[in-house]
């Protein structure tokens, strides 16, 4: 009921010269994919020069960050329709290293979901919770405040646009990934809010990827979880073979 969704965050990395050797890579390597959705995110420069690359293969282009402004005097920022111009399809929103490093918070992350949505592209919204928070038992409270605090007025109705990425922080390029129950119980615990948000139909068809350290040995796991719809990869996205695997994991 619920397409799978693998989705590849390059981050910082690649120049567009490597983003299109890797984006060609990717291309001949799932060509034939369908039974499950495929996107990827490189930096902002390369995105235009990776549209052209993919086509009409079965590979959506993402965005890293936006803007919640669609033009005007916002120095060194985008907005979700110059992203759909450069071939997006899609937008990350509220990943850790964005919520850590640049103290983004709960309410400039929903700005950013909803002018996404406006703009007719699909928004990743991205949760989890620290060591820390963890340690202290504060895991489903984090969890809470993020999903909703990032759906603040949404409708049911938008909600068809938009994917949760549940990526523990802890586990993030640390090669420590959440067990498969770990990642299965954040998940049923935010289909859990998302219900309540919402309504039983609308958390049912909510698509939650999971993201932190997934690699082509452990991403049958997880996929085998109930309540875990696809999967947000680091690292292993930058390499056409581990990323490739990893879309075609296998069903257990
Ligand atoms: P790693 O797969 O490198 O742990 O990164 C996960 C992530 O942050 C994806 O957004």
């Given at each position: 009921?619920?397409?799978?969704?693998?989705?590849?965050?390059?981050k910082l990395?690649?120049?567009?010269?490597?983003?299109?050797?890797?984006?060609?890579?990717?291309?001949?390597?799932?060509?034939?994919?369908?039974?499950?959705?495929?996107?990827?995110?490189?930096?902002?420069?390369?995105?235009?020069?990776?549209?052209?690359?993919?086509?009409?293969?079965?590979?959506?282009?993402?965005?890293q960050n936006c803007y919640p402004q669609?033009?005007?005097?916002f120095t060194g920022e985008l907005?979700?329709?110059?992203?759909?111009?450069?071939?997006?399809?899609?937008v990350i929103i509220g990943h850790s290293e964005r919520r850590q490093l640049l103290a983004e918070d709960d309410q400039l992350i929903n700005a950013k979901v909803?002018k996404?949505?406006?703009?007719?592209?699909?928004?990743?919204l991205c949760v989890g919770e620290t060591l820390a928070e963890?340690?202290?038992?504060e895991?489903?409270?984090v969890l809470?405040a993020q999903i909703k605090g990032g759906?603040a007025?949404?409708?049911?109705?938008?909600?068809?646009?938009?994917?949760?990425?549940?990526e523990?922080v802890w586990?993030i390029g640390?090669?420590?990934?959440?067990?498969?129950?770990?990642?299965?119980?954040?998940?049923?615990?935010?289909?859990?809010?998302?219900?309540?948000?919402?309504?039983?139909?609308?958390?049912?068809?909510?698509?939650?990827?999971?993201?932190?350290?997934?690699?082509?040995?452990?991403?049958?796991?997880?996929?085998?979880?109930?309540?875990?719809?696809?999967?947000?990869?680091?690292?292993?996205?930058?390499?056409?073979?581990?990323?490739?695997?990893?879309?075609?994991?296998?069903?257990?």
């Open positions: 009921m619920r397409k799978p969704l693998i989705a590849g965050n390059w990395n690649k120049t567009i010269t490597q983003a299109e050797e890797l984006a060609a890579a990717l291309v001949a390597g799932l060509k034939d994919v369908s039974a499950t959705e495929i996107i990827i995110a490189p930096t902002f420069t390369a995105l235009n020069r990776v549209a052209a690359i993919i086509g009409d293969a079965p590979i959506q282009l993402a965005a669609e033009s005007g005097a907005s979700p329709l110059m992203l759909k111009d450069a071939g997006c399809g899609a909803k996404t949505l406006e703009s007719g592209l699909l928004a990743i963890r340690e202290c038992d895991m489903l409270e809470s759906l007025d949404l409708s049911a109705e938008q909600m068809a646009n938009l994917v949760i990425a549940y523990p586990a640390t090669g420590k990934t959440a067990t498969d129950e770990q990642a299965q119980e954040a998940h049923s615990f935010i289909r859990g809010l998302v219900q309540g948000l919402f309504d039983p139909a609308t958390a049912q068809s909510c698509r939650i990827l999971y993201g932190g350290s997934v690699k082509p040995d452990n991403v049958d796991g997880l996929m085998a979880q109930d309540d875990i719809d696809g999967a947000l990869v680091g690292g292993a996205s930058l390499t056409a073979e581990d990323f490739c695997r990893i879309v075609k994991f296998e069903k257990k």
